[in-house]
């Protein structure tokens, strides 16, 4: 079923905000930035900011949920289609990091999570540590079916993740440096993993 043009104009305009707001955020911080900087980034004036979000602290929510949704995305694809363990690591680096350098971005980066209120850390804190978890039960799958070197997952995935959800501190949009990020960093993040010679260099076989 369609949406209604109006709700899909909403969600545009909020996706929009979003990614503004994450720029903003990403680069100043929560203290340094105000709505007015954010509205500033959309060519709009403050006031129109509060027709999507009540103050700066639910902005910084809305930010976040957003983040997840798209690694979730990525996690979800990466294990619809990898044969085993170690191309659903790698499958789920590249998905993620395309989203990151790619037109879905910005994105924001999780490391203001204490400025939350309660409800919303504590949600954000949920759904976060549900990521990980998910991660790390890729990595345990290709440990089993020996694809992936027997590693610490817990550590292992904090790593890879943690690289991951760095790239919009010092990524700003420039277009080769998307294409290097895209092709080296899965390569690069995921390397460490195969076990044997099952896979050839930045290649799933």
Known sequence: MAMPAEATRFQLQRDRMLRAAATCFNRK???GTSLKDVAH??????AALYYYVRNKEELVYQCYLRA????????ELA???GANGFERAYLYVRYHVEIMVGDAGPVAIMSEIPS???AHRNDILK???QHSL???AILSSGIQDGSIEPCDVRMTGNA???AINWIPKWFHGDAAMAKQVIEKFPEVLTRGLKRASNFSSGQIE
């Open 160 to 162: 890879v993740m943690g």
């Open 68 to 75: 997840a949704e798209l690694g979730r995305g990525a996690m």
């Open 79 to 81: 294990n619809e289609t």
């Open 134 to 136: 998910g991660f790390e």
């Open 29 to 31: 911080g929560y203290s």
């Open 127 to 129: 759904i976060s540590r």
């Open 116 to 118: 939350l209120k309660t």
């Open 41 to 46: 980034q959309l060519g709009l004036t403050d």
